[in-house]
């Protein structure tokens, strides 16, 4: 009853309640005037009297120490009952303390993210500023010329205008497209694509042909998360109709082109009304598209948009620096 009472102190309150109740069921042994845990020569926490020189008590490595040593065989068999529930319970007080250390490293790094982010938005938003005035100031003459507020235009000075409004109003769009906040991407479809359509023994049906293609990563744009799911209900849907061979074939082609996953089994019946539209929602949401074919062989063919290869390459820290260029001309 002790041990499970300790137990459960540990279980509700951390290993170091536990380590307290411990050492206070030390203390109830016959004879026993104090109490020690031990992590190798380093001593954890002592409850009771101080141990006296003629007591004998050195560190140990031993999880748990008591001062004097109880008499009899029976304290003795309890000792090491407690003894050996001191040691589970300083292995669980090291993994709390490498726990905690590991939370610490990860707010510090949040922290340290939040502030990244907090610099790059300022940045952007200088950069909105600093690229969309002139803009405005020159569609803004441009337009008042146009309506004739300077004199009258000859046609080919109304086309030169016109032309000028219109290239203004195209660079306002890339303009609008690079200082977009910046989404999150996945820097390679391969992996993946390997684990949502990995098969596991107890699969007999069909068996799994990749095609992926070698090389640099493929990258897609999109929260890793959103993809992630994607991709693991295709599998689903693919496991719950085919049989025999699936042949799934990513088809990367150029940096700035959609990616195509392309997936072609033999189904047994028909995909559900409820999984297709799952799969179509999933794409849209990522800015992609999907189209299923029934006949001859079931097909999916999947669209995932690329990361931006300018964005990519600059980033928007690039335009975060005051003076840097903004790589839109």
């Known amino acids: 009853m002790a041990l499970t009472e300790i137990a459960e102190q540990a279980l509700r309150r951390g290993a170091r309640a536990g380590l307290a109740a411990l050492l206070h069921e030390a203390l109830r042994l016959p004879g026993t005037e104090g109490a020690a845990v031990y992590d190798g020569s380093t001593r954890v926490a002592m409850v009771g009297i101080p141990p006296r020189p003629r007591d004998g008590v050195r560190q140990r490595t031993s999880a748990l120490v008591v001062w004097p040593e109880p008499p009899g065989p029976r304290e003795q068999a309890q000792l090491a009952q407690l003894t050996r529930l001191g040691t589970a319970l300083l292995e669980a007080r090291a993994r709390e303390v490498a726990a905690g250390a590991r939370q610490a490293r990860m707010l510090e790094q949040q922290r340290r993210q939040q502030r990244a982010l907090s610099r790059l938005e300022q940045g952007r938003s200088r950069a909105s500023h600093d690229l969309r005035t002139p803009l405005m100031v020159m569609r803004g003459y441009a337009d008042m010329m146009l309506k004739e507020k300077a004199g009258p235009l000859t046609p080919a000075m109304r086309r030169y205008l016109e032309r000028l409004l219109s290239v203004a109003a195209e660079q306002a769009t890339l303009i609008d497209q690079r200082l977009a906040p910046m989404r999150d991407s996945v820097d390679d479809l391969r992996p993946l694509i390997c684990e ?27 929260p890793s998360v959103s993809v992630d799911l994607l991709l693991r209900a295709l599998g689903r849907s693919v496991r719950g109709v085919s049989v025999g061979t699936v042949e799934v074939t990513l088809e990367a082609g150029a940096e700035d082109a959609p990616r195509r996953l392309i997936v072609s089994a033999t189904a047994q019946r028909a995909l559900s009304v409820r999984s297709t539209a799952k799969l179509h929602q999933l794409a849209r949401h990522l800015g992609g598209g999907l189209s299923i074919q029934a006949e001859p062989r079931l097909e999916f063919i999947l669209r995932l948009p690329p990361t931006d290869p300018v964005e990519a390459r600059l980033g928007l820290g690039t335009l975060a620096e005051p003076g840097a260029s903004s790589g839109l001309g």
């Open 196 to 222: 949502a359509f990995a098969t596991s023994p107890r699969t007999r049906r069909y068996e799994v042909r990749l095609r992926l293609p070698p090389g640099p990563p493929v990258a897609v744009r999109g």
